[in-house]
């Protein structure tokens, strides 16, 4: 279908693009464009960035996958109420300051081997696809009914679990150590190991691993 590159800006080290439907261009011009995009991302990718003052993107809609990976937020970073229709990408940021999260809406949250100092609320958020591997969760204020899935990661749901115990949200704990066991017994699955798996699908059936008895 026609399309139409409206604009790819850099700003301290983070690639936003966004492609709508609108004037038809050649395949070769779209092509070569993308392909510019690309080469500029990669160049970008090669240096961190920094958020020396407060960084303000409430209230923002991100129509394309947002990139803020590898970079350092020094003060406080404020999300409230934005909008990622894609991915959100913060592998591998440092948030030396409370972070805002609230209300946001996110299709694809990738927070691996990042780091919070200080608290990060997401107080009423909505998370489709959550990823938080090498993550330190201390400092992560999040209700399992805010995520829609978790990816399968032994240390990540063990440290989210312990968090949502240690704040008090022990119905949280027990849905997220739920969701854990059941990845954990289709994980079995995969790697063939049929054996422990029959043994983990019993636990579940007979009386759901103690969190939600199946009878």
Known sequence: SPLRIVIFAFLAGILFVDITPGAPVGAEE?????????????????????????????GTQFNQTAVFSDITFHQYAEFSQSQFKETANFEKSNFNQESNFENSIIGNAIFNDSQFSK????D???IKDLSLKGSDLEKLDIRWSSIKDLAYDDSAYNLLRKNLDARGYLDDASDCEYSYRCKHRADLWRQGKLGLWSLDFLAWASYGYGLKPQW
């Open 30 to 58: 779209t092509n070569a464009l993308l392909a510019e995009i690309a080469a500029a991302a990669r160049k970008q990718a090669a240096r961190k960035a920094e958020f020396k003052e407060t960084a303000l993107f409430d």
């Open 124 to 126: 009423n958020a909505s």
């Open 119 to 122: 608290d990060v609320s997401f």
